[in-house]
């Protein structure tokens, strides 16, 4: 048994009941995080999907393909090519073929997107602010190294492959 401290009352749960609990605040905080993103960033003419893509496309480091923003974003490929097409329509993006593979093209930000990625970045550091700001440092060091952990259960890999590729070194 486990004694936890949720919200003002102490309630006593099993491993199995704290799991759960876990899972469960764990979806519920990244949705409503994105739901409060989302309806700052609404007056703004920007939808969740949009200011993801275009956060996430900001975010990524060499040429972005419609693949690799996709696999970003955590969304199918043809979702994704559905909201290029929307935000290149609307002269936020560019995609360009890559030399030597037809299949794929490079999307790129253009200068009409910089104040909107602007906004999106002040909302959503603000909002970190205010969230974070009474949470001790060590507190959300440990959330870190959870979540970590849980990343990468799912994505299949184990943790000291994450400490090797920290390191330079590369697994199998």
């Known amino acids: 048994m486990a004694i936890h401290k949720l919200g003002n009352g102490i309630v006593i749960m099993s491993r199995r009941k ?17 739901a409060e993103i989302d309806r700052r960033l609404s007056p703004h003419g920007l939808t969740e999907a949009q200011w993801l893509t275009l956060l996430h496309l900001s975010r990524l480091a060499g040429p972005a393909t419609q693949k690799r923003l996709a696999a970003a974003a955590g969304v199918q490929e043809p979702t994704m090519a559905r909201m290029l097409d929307r935000l290149e329509a609307d002269g936020l993006v560019t995609r360009s073929p890559i030399e030597g593979d037809r299949r794929s093209k490079s999307v790129c930000l253009t200068a009409k997107a910089a104040p909107g990625l602007d906004r999106i970045r002040k909302v959503t550091e603000a909002l970190r602010e205010e969230l974070l700001a ?13 979540l970590g952990r849980l990343a990468d259960k799912l994505h299949g890999a184990t943790p000291g492959d994450r400490r090797a590729e920290k390191n330079g070194k590369k697994t199998a």
């Open 18 to 34: 704290m799991h759960e609990a876990f899972g469960i605040h764990l979806g519920q905080v990244a949705r409503l995080w994105r």
């Open 134 to 146: 009474d949470i001790e440092d060590a507190d959300i060091d440990t959330c870190l190294r959870v």
